[in-house]
């Protein structure tokens, strides 16, 4: 069997993802896979075609007195970054979906959200596809434009699937899928 095309890196494992023992649990996991399911992705697809990973292997704990997970370190990113590139080189995955600043920075650099989520990138010979964190606790998920932008994110992923010869079994809504650049 080959291994599933699509590498999505997130930034850490969370707590109910670390229990459970399945990636993006929860809310985020739903609004997660609503995002793919608007690039033809049925549930059974999600799981099938994408191996999940994290900058970092380990749940960082929760950032005191806030909602959200701790970011994971410089210290504890550099330990873990071995790892993640064992991952790329077994994998050899043609496209890398990136989830949230961390795994954007990984392997983009910085930038913003606003200005990468709805574009997509080549380098190194696979394709890059930023996506904002899916959990509700960011607020950049409540402007519109920015909704709009996760949404062009998913036509161009629907694009490049389709250039693939993805076989998936929901049923495809990509508008004209944006090139690489």
Known sequence: MAPPP??????APGLRATRERIPFAGQSGARLRGWFALAGFSEDDYWRHIYFSAVTKCYP???????GDRVPTPAEQALCRPWLDAQLAVLQPPIV???G?????AFLGKGSLSALVGEGFERAGRRLLPLPHPSGVSTWLNDRDNQARVARAMAVLAGWV????????GAPAPEAARPAR
Do not use: W
Request: no cysteine.
């Open 61 to 67: 704990g929760r950032l005191p007195g806030a909602k």
């Open 97 to 99: 979906v990136l989830v």
């Open 162 to 169: 389709q250039e693939l010869g993805l076989p998936l079994s």
């Open 101 to 105: 600043q961390l795994a954007i920075g």
């Open 6 to 11: 699509i590498l999505l890196v997130g930034q």
